[in-house]
């Protein structure tokens, strides 16, 4: 048994983000894997990832830290998963209003309904400050 305070053994195998749903299945049922007809290519991963953006991101923040796979991995779910909460309600808000655009009113309530008060308002008046920038360098 481990002692507290000593470091816990490495996770086997890579760290996948899983749907909390689909995470646990029951015991009796288990389905049978299914036969791919194309060969994949090693070190490509069907599901684009925002594991480019973190290092620029850290770079602006903390010059000389980096990450390993495993917080990049944990970041990337995590931002999966807060994309994915913004825009089921976001698409709710317009379903709601009988709409059938998604706009940029939309998403900024989604991000309100989603986040708390202090983290939205930062979120806010950084998303406008990339907005304003972005119009201005066309």
Do not use: W
Not at 23 to 35: E, F, M, N, W
Not at 55 to 79: N, Q, R, T, W, Y
């Amino acid at each position: 048994m481990a002692e507290p305070g000593s470091p816990s053994p490495p996770a086997e195998g890579p760290l996948v983000c899983q749907d909390p749903e689909k995470a646990s299945s029951p015991p009796g049922k288990q389905r049978k894997p299914r036969l791919r007809r194309r060969r994949l290519r090693l070190g490509t991963s069907r599901q684009p990832t925002f594991a480019t953006y973190f290092p620029k991101v850290l770079k602006e923040i903390h010059a000389g830290l980096s990450l390993s796979k495993e917080a990049k991995a944990v970041m990337d779910c995590f931002v999966r998963d807060l994309f994915e909460r913004i825009a089921d309600e976001a698409a709710s808000l317009v379903r709601n209003k009988r709409g059938s655009t998604l706009t940029y009113r939309d998403i900024q309530s989604g991000i309100r309904l989603v986040l708390p008060t202090q983290l939205y308002k930062y979120a806010d008046s950084q998303g406008n400050k990339a907005l304003i920038k972005f119009i201005s360098s066309k």
